[in-house]
């Protein structure tokens, strides 16, 4: 036989998705909200957007070259994909070397430190953002007046609704809630202005076949479910379900965050559990806790119960109990 | 009739049946025929023709080397030149029969006739009789002797149903669709003579909707045999529908308990071809000695794709030349389909009674991945038809945890592909898993070797 042919297992073909493949449809998700906040804030928003991509790209490549001394990763756009969520978690308009702070805790010590992407236990991105809001509260919640072409005459700077809900009292902030706040939020991180934009990324994924819904429907049921039970029991004290699905960062979390594959559970009611944990801890800091708003703490603390969590849950097996 | 899947995992590959149009062309017969002694599971067969016999088609060369086991025939006249180890596709030395052909001139009482012999006979015994002595073995993968799969071990529960599978699930392959195209009745008859072998269990010729033209042909022909109790089931196309667990759970509902046999819920499952075989083995006493091979692959243009009815023995390069040659931009050859075929190392080897293909694969197609990290996305134990979670088999078999492997039931792997095939990362799953199975595989026969020696000990 002249010619030789290769000889290996089988299968003997592939599925055609990578995981570049996979990162690059969560990129596509994330657009309409960045396109959203780009005709908000404008042209700030973008630059905040490019440093972050930038150094996020750029951290990973140097670790994995002189620290790690292995092929370069950032090929995979996961890079990206983190250095996109930390800027959508960010106030736009904020200095660049607060960006820089927030790469370096996101890539360099919750992504690369574990061992690169697949090996960490918490979110990068939002490890990255809680790093930043403890660092540096002042310029963390520093809601610019959006400044972009299209311009809300309700716009007000300086507190979000959830702040509101401190200053005000939560009966006068559900009232501020209304159908509108679905399309567009006033004033918060970049990526809280439109759940909308949001849910369509995400129905994106979903669609797309790239994540399972079950961890963000369980998530937006348990705040629904929390909210509308202490709301009915005092509506002068607790802010509906509606107000609590629609304010700071719950779209966001549930539909990109909680659904990050490496830090969220792999059996589909391991999810569910996982889900449920984050929406109740969420609700919880709400209501009882200092800060106004919850979601990057809910989802730390339950990405550390993943472990326990997928030893819990186990996919049916055929055949077996 | 409502069309059904099973419920754990799956994939949808592109089924790719490029050969499907093609009709079944016989191949002529080469000058020497290299019959194998191992065309089928279990003990090898042993010859029983010497050097210098002359033999008729159709003729015993060869019986069963045990209780699984099956003879072999002849697949042409003429002298038995040698007795000797030859490669198979594998490389492996496997004794084969070489026979210089000098004709094909058939044994005694063989009909040969194309003629349609429908009246099923009353005899249970003579038709197991024939179906062994005809050597027919499962053409579905396994090569499973039929005649012991038909005739459960006492204490068997009884069969409810027999389920004859049509779903040809793999991509590429187009041979069982195309017998069920032009030989409908002789299918649907083997499966009646089967179905009153086994006592009379409900008979589901199973049938994948990406075949629509198969459901209508054997539909009809049905219809004209007349043959109550027996009915036309489509299914929904999804991989591995032909898998033999994956079929009893998708037509019964019922789930076959691990390291168990499919009579112990109650069902048998045969493949269309070998229905082909039972109906020419009892109504023709004519033993299995040919059967039907798809040449295709994603680097072949459509008229030079083929489906052929060859004779075992017929060496796969002779096959491959006759069919215009293996084209210049295949990288990979395989005999069976992607997802769970093997990949020829040796052209030279012999065709078997259960080849299926001979499928040439692009180098782009066919390349493996560059491994990159598990990013634990869970599509692996998605996919896995078993509900097994083939990351964390990996992780244990790099661990050499063969306690936690068992506990996660790596022994039920069926090796189907699934979870390499949908992995992102391209993390060779399979090929660890599959080296797990056998470590557990091993550990689990040796502790029953033990208990048993250890009972033996005891009642002396």
Known sequence: ?321 | MKKITFSIGGVHPNDCKLAADRPIEVLPIPETLYVSMAQHLGAPAKPVVSVGDKVKTGQVIAEPGGFISAFVHSPASGTVKSIAPRADLAGRMVPHIEIAVEGDEWAEGIDTSDALIAEIPEDRAMMLERIKNCGVVGLGGATFPTHVKLNPAPGSPAAEALLINGAECEPFLTSDYRLMLESPKPILIGASIMQKILGGPKCYICIEDNKPQAIKVMGEALEELGFSNMVVQPLLKKYPQGGEKQLIQAVMRREVGSGALPISVGAVVQNVSTAFAVYEAVQKNKPLITNVLTVTGDCLPVEKQHNYRFRIGMPLSYIASYAGGIPTEAAKIVSGGPMMGRAIANIEAAAVKGSSSLLYLKESTTRRWTESACIRCGRCSEACPMGLEPFLLNRLYKGGLTDELEKNAVQDCIECGCCLYSCPAGIPLLDNVRQAKLQVMGIIRARAAAAKAAAGQANK
């Not at chain 1, 973008?46 to 930038?54: G, K, P, Q, R, T």
């Not at chain 1, 990763?73 to 969520?85: E, N």
């Not at chain 1, 360099?108 to 430190?113: D, S, W």
């Open chain 1, 1 to 321: 036989m002249a010619e030789s042919y290769i000889v290996s297992g089988n299968p003997h073909w592939h599925a055609p998705v990578s995981t570049k493949r996979l990162m690059l449809d969560v990129i596509i998700a994330l657009c309409p909200a960045v396109i959203v906040s780009f005709l908000y804030y404008g042209w700030s928003e973008i630059l905040v957007m490019a440093e972050s991509i930038a150094f996020c790209v750029l951290l990973e490549w140097a670790i994995t070259r002189f620290l790690m001394k292995k092929p370069s990763t950032i090929g995979d756009l996961s890079a990206v994909v983190t250095g996109m969520l930390l800027a959508m978690n960010l106030p736009s308009g904020i200095s660049w070397w607060i960006v820089l702070i927030g790469a370096v805790v996101s890539i360099g010590v919750a992504k690369m430190t574990f061992g690169g992407l697949g090996q960490n236990i918490f979110n990068p991105a939002i490890t990255g953002r809680v790093f930043l809001l403890v660092s540096f509260p002042a310029q963390m919640t520093t809601w610019p007046v959006p400044s972009g072409f299209i311009h809300n005459v309700d716009a007000f700077s300086g507190a979000t609704l959830l702040q509101q809900v401190k200053i005000l009292g939560a009966a006068d902030a559900d009232a501020l809630v209304s159908l509108q706040t679905l399309f567009t939020n006033i004033g918060g991180s970049a990526g809280e202005i439109s759940a909308i934009a949001l849910l369509a990324g995400w129905l994106y994924l979903v669609c797309r076949r790239v994540i399972k819904p079950w961890i963000t429907l369980s998530i937006f049921a348990t705040v629904a479910c929390v909210a509308a039970v202490f709301h009915a029991v005092n509506p002068e004290l607790y802010t509906g379900a509606l107000f609590n699905l629609l304010t700071g960062g719950v779209v966001l979390g549930a539909c990109f965050m909680a659904t990050d594959y490496v830090t969220s559970p792999m059996s589909t009611w391991g999810g569910v559990v996982f889900g449920f944990g984050i929406g109740f801890i969420l609700m919880m800091i709400r209501y009882f806790g200092s800060y106004p708003e919850g979601m990057s703490f809910a989802i730390l603390l339950m990405n550390m119960a993943v472990p326990l969590i997928n030893m819990a849950f186990h996919q049916k097996k055929y055949g077996r109990k």
